[in-house]
């Protein structure tokens, strides 16, 4: 199957700082990736719709200046939480969606778990 | 709301036992997914069941299928300790896939 990576897998920071988590889709390119955030013991609430080349698509009450999304290629899009409080702290998860079959299968990273102290 | 509603959010058996989680959601839709995801972990793909099918089996797992009343469920059967997880139906809406609330199972040895 395809392979979806997350980097870094956890990261502790300090409040007002910025953090950059990387989704990288290994053995596939993806036009569209999808950032995930979920809090213990909920569901994975969607955040926001990244497309190769273009504007990410923000769900509602997701804040598009605090959490830059970035996709500037066919495998990478990136995540910037910033100026993070202890509130951002979640489990992120990214998502790439391969194109090709008849399913547009979506592909799940590992996760990032962030904690802001 | 994005999510569907999945019942029981949690369940706790015995080894062996069967597990059945429900899930309910409220679009038309193509096809319905299941995935596992273990304590702190990423997403496992299950099974995919789509709209013109009832049931499917991919080993242990039984997944059935109601368009009309818009709901599935899965069924583990002969569960594991190692099948402690949280279950969660997916539907596709538009291009974004949305998550129902989960079932946090627990199977104890």
């Known amino acids: 199957g395809a392979v979806v990576s997350q980097h870094p897998s956890w990261v502790i920071c300090k409040s007002g700082t910025s953090v950059k988590i990387e989704c990288r889709s290994l053995d596939f390119q993806a036009t569209t990736m999808f950032w995930y955030r979920q809090f213990p013991k909920q569901s994975l609430m969607l955040m926001a719709t990244s497309n190769e080349g273009s504007k990410a698509t923000y769900e509602q009450g997701v804040e598009k200046d605090k959490f830059l999304i970035n996709h500037a290629s066919l495998t990478l899009s990136t995540l910037t939480v910033t100026s993070a409080h202890p509130e951002d702290s979640s489990f992120y998860i990214c998502?790439?969606?391969?194109?090709?079959?008849?399913?547009?299968?979506?592909?799940f990273g590992p996760g990032t778990r962030l904690t802001v102290l | 709301s994005q999510q569907g509603e999945e019942d029981p959010q949690a369940l706790s058996i015995q080894e062996g036992e069967n597990a059945t989680m429900n899930c309910s959601y409220k679009t038309s839709i193509n096809n319905l997914q299941w995935y596992r995801q273990n304590s702190g972990r990423g997403l496992v793909h299950l099974i995919l069941i789509r709209s013109n099918e009832r049931e499917k089996h991919s080993g242990r797992l039984r997944v059935t299928l109601d368009t009309s009343k818009k709901s599935s469920s899965l069924l583990i059967t002969a569960s594991r300790a190692a099948d402690t997880a949280s279950y969660f139906c997916a539907t596709r809406q538009g291009n974004k896939l949305v998550f129902g609330a989960g079932t946090i199972l627990r199977v104890k040895s």
């Open positions: 998502s790439a969606r391969r194109t090709e079959g008849v399913y547009n299968e979506q592909f």
